[in-house]
C-alpha cells in the first residue's frame, strides 16, 4: 500500500450539488495531486498543492477548487455539480525534491445523477 | 494530436506470450517517463520510470526513443497476474510535477 488515503471511497450526489473529497497523503510527502478519471480514460490533472499552495492547474473549470492543510492533507470541493463530474477522483502524494514519482491513493468514485 | 496516445487494444494474449505497448507523446520537452498498471476498479500503481538508456525490471523491459518521441513496454512470459489496464505516463518537466496519462492499453492473459 502507498499510505495515501482517501475518503469517502463512495459517494452519489446530484446535479448542483457540491461535494468535499479528502486526502492524505503519505508521511513525509508535501505536495499532493488531484486528478479526474472518466470510465474508459486515463486520469486528467485537475491540480496540485505543495506546502498550502495551489502550484499548477489542468484544464478544470474554477468550480474545482482546492486546500491542503499545514499537515499536507488536502481536499477537492466541486460545486454545482454536473453529470459529467461522474468520475474516479484520485489524490497522489509525492516528495517535492525533483524525484516525480506519484503515489496514489484508492479513489474516490463519484456518481452525478 | 494528443498528448500521449497509446495502442487502443484491448490485448488478449496466452500464458507465456510476450506482449509489446507503445506509445507517443507530443511535447517534445517532456522530461520523464513512466509505466502505471492499473487493475479493475483501483487506483494506479507505478509499475516502472523509462529511460533513455532502456531498463528492464524481471520481466518487465522500458525503452523511450526521444527523437521519435517514443515509448514502449515489453512483457515477456505474460502471467495471468499481469491482466491489467497500462497506462503511458509523461512528466513535462521544467518545474511541473503534473503527470500526463495515455488512455492505457488493457491486457487480457489468458489461460
Known amino acids: 500500500e502507498t499510505g495515501v488515503t482517501q475518503s469517502p471511497t463512495h459517494l452519489i450526489k446530484t446535479r448542483g450539488q457540491q461535494v468535499t473529497l479528502r486526502c492524505s497523503s503519505q508521511?513525509?510527502?508535501?505536495?499532493v495531486s488531484w486528478y479526474q478519471q472518466a470510465l474508459g480514460q486515463g486520469p486528467q490533472f485537475i491540480f496540485q498543492?505543495?506546502?498550502?499552495?495551489?502550484?499548477g492547474r489542468g484544464n478544470f473549470p474554477p468550480r474545482f477548487s482546492g486546500l491542503q492543510f499545514p499537515n499536507y492533507s488536502s481536499e477537492l470541493n466541486v460545486n454545482a455539480l454536473e453529470l459529467d463530474d461522474s468520475a474516479l477522483y484520485l489524490c497522489a502524494s509525492s516528495l517535492k525534491t525533483g524525484e516525480e514519482t506519484q503515489y496514489f491513493g484508492p479513489g474516490t468514485r463519484l456518481l452525478v445523477l | 494530436r494528443k498528448e500521449v496516445e497509446q495502442d487502443p487494444g484491448p490485448f488478449n494474449v496466452p500464458e507465456g506470450a510476450t506482449v509489446a505497448f507503445n506509445c507517443t507523446y507530443s511535447?517534445?520537452?517532456?522530461?520523464?517517463f513512466f509505466w502505471y498498471r492499473q487493475d479493475c476498479r483501483k487506483e494506479p500503481k507505478l509499475l516502472m520510470s523509462v529511460y533513455s538508456s532502456g531498463n528492464e525490471d524481471g520481466r518487465f523491459t522500458a525503452q523511450l526513443n526521444r527523437a521519435s518521441q517514443y515509448i514502449s513496454l515489453l512483457i515477456r512470459d505474460s502471467k495471468l497476474s499481469d491482466s491489467a489496464t497500462y497506462l503511458c505516463?509523461?512528466?513535462?518537466?521544467?518545474?511541473?510535477?503534473?503527470?500526463?496519462f495515455g488512455k492505457g492499453t488493457k491486457l487480457s492473459v489468458i489461460p
Open positions: 498543492y505543495y506546502r498550502e499552495e495551489e502550484n
Open positions: 505516463v509523461v512528466n513535462p518537466g521544467a518545474g511541473s510535477y503534473q503527470l500526463t
Open positions: 511535447n517534445s520537452a517532456s522530461q520523464s
Open positions: 508521511s513525509g510527502h508535501n505536495t
